[in-house]
């Protein structure tokens, strides 16, 4: 996770690449006063000052304390951000390296103490890069501009302090336009007008600096009444004297004797942005790194990247800047070998044709040799591998190598230290940047629908993307829309992305990294098309293969190699969509209909017994289903604990809700009404209700389709406890009576039980307490007669709380204590969670705040443990609660603050309540 704080012009936090919204401009001075002050307390009061100032408003403690909240809401996916309350004040904790105003000073003074100029040079450079214009842009409070003021003073000095290393490198010709620029807007500054007039002397422009050198001094008399100082009086009589000394770096004649290559070739002339990817290219120069390696699918716009940046970064090389593409992935032919291209690069260094050394070595030497001398780029393109690459790689240490390849040649990471950049799709804002430049601003924003469709449909690939800008320049009548609808057709997709059948389609693109791979390796590729989510780990490939996890990795190893795979998190596997598409395509070219049926049939086992395993560690008390027996080959992961399995069906939520649809889409209705079923705990825990909800519908509609009363009931009960939480009451107890008949029917005493049970939450949830307690009563009876002590015990505290609800505090005292002991019993930790809440509730009542505040932490405690969002912010609520009915409102807007946090990204409606608790107890303090 890469984050990005910035106050060096607009203020904006950037994750992974992608802007977050920190709110409007008087929440974003909050974080921009935070952000100056990182790691240290500012006080409330000194907050209002800095982001108000004299114009503060009433309620501007309260308006404060909501910025906060909405700040932590914002960034609370940011790791190691957090805004700590310490000591009557705030302190931001954040890794100062990623705030770039921290980051500028801290650049600032490595350049100070380097020892060598280019080194200091860098430094200077990537400081000031880091601008993007004044400070805390567009906020306008009095210190924010003092501030603002400060900041532009240390860039100005900045500036001027580069200007000096330059000269001291023999820089002054790429000097002299900026030195103008900068003179002209500084007209007093000595210090500026010094270098100005040294780099006209060295420029061999002598005249000119004096005549300037008279302007300035008489400039000076006139307007401030003084003379030059002393420094730039004798720069006046060197020049005078011809006797200024030579730049101490300067070291070109020698360089200029000899042959100096310009061999790369023209730009794109529609590259855009790849800001991230440009930074680290920038970041490898400026730390010597030697090699840089841009890796990515075809298409995904390497060559671009390496050209556009070589091209800028052309200055900097003097010694001159080598090019060549290796075809390691050309449709036609073989890889260019490492010997001829020494040839050719000899030949550019000057190197006659007839002294061209025989052996491959003895060139290699000669090349380093000639390198050895010299600041020269390399771009090697199209790499097929590093044992291509290898024998080109200079030795001198002022050399940069860029190497692009398809293949991820992680041997040149490892062994040669190369600095990876790996390319994946362009962002949005980088598509829309690249189709405003091929069409223009009217066209695009005319039809935004349209762009939004071309750009998923493009699976915003900078090849594809080419294409569909290509089509619609060469045909200006038509619609964007039309050119959209083209591609909605998955199956005819890489057809209209084809660019008129040329060898830059995507489909042909696609093939050229497709030829290579072994055919077990093609065989997953095509197999993981089939794979329902977003992305697949290595168990669910090797359940789409049926093959063993060792040779798993291995092909997977040769996909990413390629890049028709992505490992984008660690054992998380998935390709762009295009790649899906073209996978797809040649599945149905390359397997059977039964090998891809049995394929998905072993993908969706794999999902329903590893999901069984994970649910029995989060409610073992719920009686298990029967399920699917399992096709060989399936693997079955390690589901030890409570743990890795809200670890597992965390990572594995979107997909098993995919896999639900997949298995409709399949005819596999057991899958589908079951994989819900392995599902539900979890979504309910984690407060995915309207996901709960949805998948049960689809349960349902399975069972029916199956005839299975079993699966009808279980299903229909499901869905009316998803009901349940989401607030409709009356659908609720639609469902659980109709489900309560059908385990009559099948005389399953414990689902009477669990249905009775919901029943009384039904109707307790419609303050029909009188009606809630019989089915509770009932479903005890049941528990009792099934000797099940789990649900028992769930059900005396379920008793408890009805009682409390109805304002029988002593018996829901009474009987949650009865529960408490059959659940210390069996361990059941979520029992024991809502056992505690109900305590906790009834001391509360009772007036006994130490008691119900000491509960509801421990219950607060298990639910943090179980991973379940709602009700630890439920109890939290609660504890604010207790805490303000005790005279402790600090602790009290502690606790509702923290529930806010946990409430806001689930859009819960408790939040409106809690928000209204919060503001009104600050507003009384």
């Known amino acids: 996770m890469e984050v990005e704080f910035a106050v060096l012009g607009d203020v904006r936090v950037r994750l992974d690449g992608q802007d977050l919204d920190i709110g409007h401009a008087r929440q974003r001075s909050v974080l921009a006063v935070l952000l100056a002050e990182a790691g240290h307390k500012v006080t409330a009061a000194q907050l209002e000052d800095r982001v108000w100032g004299e114009r503060a408003p009433r309620q501007a403690r309260n308006a404060l304390y909501s910025y906060l909240f909405r700040l932590r809401t914002a960034l609370r996916d940011v790791a190691g951000f957090d805004i700590a309350h310490r000591n009557g004040g705030y302190v931001l904790e954040v890794d100062v390296e990623t705030v770039d105003l921290h980051l500028f000073r801290r650049l600032l003074g490595q350049a100070h103490e380097a020892a060598e100029g280019r080194r200091a040079l860098a430094l200077f450079d990537r400081a000031l890069r880091l601008w993007r214009g004044a400070p805390f842009d567009e906020l306008d409070s009095p210190w924010l501009a003092a501030m603002r003021d400060q900041l532009q003073k240390e860039r100005y000095t900045a500036q001027v302090e580069r200007h000096d290393v330059a000269l001291n490198l023999g820089m002054h010709a790429e000097l002299l336009a900026e030195l103008t620029t900068a003179t002209a807007a500084n007209p007093f500054d000595e210090r500026l007008a010094g270098q100005h007039l040294l780099a006209l002397y060295r420029c061999g422009r002598r005249v000119e600096a004096l005549t300037r050198y008279r302007t300035f001094r008489a400039r000076l008399v006139a307007e401030i009444g003084v003379e030059p100082g002393d420094q730039l ?26 042959p100096v290559p310009r061999q790369l070739p023209a730009a794109s002339p529609w590259f855009v942005a790849r800001t991230r990817e440009l930074g680290l290219l920038d970041k490898a120069r400026n730390d010597a790194a030697g090699v840089v390696l841009v890796t990515g699918t075809g298409g995904s716009g390497k060559t671009s990247l390496a050209l556009h940046w070589a091209h800028r970064e052309a200055r900097r090389f003097p010694g001159g800047q080598l090019y060549v593409n290796l075809r390691g992935f050309d449709r036609v032919g073989k890889p260019l070998s490492p010997a001829d291209v020494l040839h050719g690069f000899l030949e550019a260094l000057g190197v006659p044709a007839e002294h061209v050394p025989a052996g491959p070595d003895a060139r290699a030497a000669l090349y380093r040799s000639l390198l050895a001398r010299r600041r020269a780029l390399v771009v090697l393109d199209n790499a097929y591998d590093a044992d291509q690459v290898r024998p080109l790689l200079p030795g001198g240490a002022d050399c940069l190598t860029v190497i692009t390849s398809r293949e991820r040649a992680t041997d040149l990471i490892t062994h040669e230290g190369a600095v990876p950049v790996r390319l994946t799709v362009l962002e949005e804002i980088e598509a829309v940047s690249l189709l405003v430049r091929r069409l223009g601003p009217d ?10 469709r071309l750009l998923a449909h493009s699976a915003r690939l900078p090849l594809a993307l080419a294409v569909v800008a290509g089509r619609a320049v060469a045909n200006p009548a038509f619609p964007l829309s039309a050119l959209a609808d083209e591609l909605r057709d998955e199956r ?16 042909a693109v696609f093939s050229w990294s497709y030829r290579t ?6 065989r997953l590729f095509r197999l993981l098309s089939l794979h329902p989510g977003p992305d697949a780990s290595r168990f669910a490939a090797a359940a789409l293969a049926g093959i063993d996890m060792s040779r798993t990795r291995t092909l997977l190893n040769e996909l990413i190699r390629t890049h028709l795979v992505d490992e984008h998190r660690p054992g998380r596997f998935r390709s762009h969509d295009l790649l899906r598409v073209y996978a797809a395509e040649l599945a149905e070219l390359e397997d059977t209909d039964e090998e891809r049926r049995t394929a998905l049939h072993r993908c969706l086992d794999f999902y329903l017994h590893t999901g069984f395993a994970a649910e029995r560690h989060l409610a073992p008390h719920w009686p298990p289903i029967v399920l699917a027996t399992a096709q060989d080959h399936v693997p ?3 589901v030890n604990d409570y743990h890795q399995a809200m670890q597992w069906l965390t990572t594995e939520h979107d997909t098993l809700l995919a896999a639900t649809a997949a298995a409709v889409r399949a005819g596999l209705d057991v899958h589908a009404w079951q994989l819900p079923w392995v599902h539900s705990t979890y979504l309910s825990r984690r407060g995915h209700l309207a996901h709960r909800a949805e998948s049960q519908r689809t349960a349902l509609a399975a069972a029916d389709r199956l005839d299975d009363d079993f699966a009808r009931a279980t299903s229909r009960q499901l869905l009316g406890r998803a009901e349940i939480l989401l607030g409709d009451q009356d659908q609720a107890l639609k469902n659980l009576r109709h489900a309560l008949d059908l385990y009559t029917r099948l005389g399953d005493t414990m689902g009477m039980a ?87 509730r009834a001391h509360h009542n009772l007036g006994q705040y130490t ?24 109890t939290l609520d609660h504890l604010g609660d207790v805490l303000q009915a005790a005279g402790d409102h600090p602790g009290a807007c502690d606790a509702w603050t923290r529930a806010l946090e946990i409430l806001e990204p689930l859009a819960h409606p408790d939040t409106v ?13």
């Open 913 to 925: 309540e809690i928000e209204s608790k919060l503001l009104d107890t600050s507003a009384r303090r």
């Open 517 to 522: 791979l072994s055919p077990e390796a093609a």
């Open 754 to 840: 669990i249905t009775h049970f919901s029943l009384s939450s039904a109707y307790d949830l419609r303050q029909c307490h009188t009606r809630a307690l019989p089915h509770a009563h009932h479903a005890l009876q049941l528990c009792r007669e099934a000797g099940d002590h789990a649900w028992e015990a769930f059900t005396l505290t379920a008793i408890g709380w009805y009682h409390g609800k109805a304002g029988h505090h002593a018996q829901s005292l009474a009987r949650c204590s009865e529960a408490k002991p059959l659940l210390d019993r069996i361990g059941d930790r979520d029992g024991r969670a809502h056992n505690l809440h109900c305590l906790a």
């Open 636 to 638: 079955h992961p390690p």
């Open 233 to 258: 009086r004798r720069l006046h009589q060197r020049m005078l004297a011809s006797q200024v000394p030579p730049p101490p770096a300067a070291q070109r004649a020698e360089q200029n004797q000899e």
């Open 443 to 452: 066209r695009v924003t005319a039809e935004p629908d349209a762009v939004a």
């Open 492 to 507: 005819a997709r890489l057809d209209a992305l084809d660019a008129e059948g040329t060898t830059s389609s995507v489909r």
């Open 851 to 874: 008691e119900a505040a000491q509960g509801y932490r421990d219950s607060l405690a298990l639910f943090q443990e179980l991973g379940s969002p709602y009700l630890e912010a439920t």
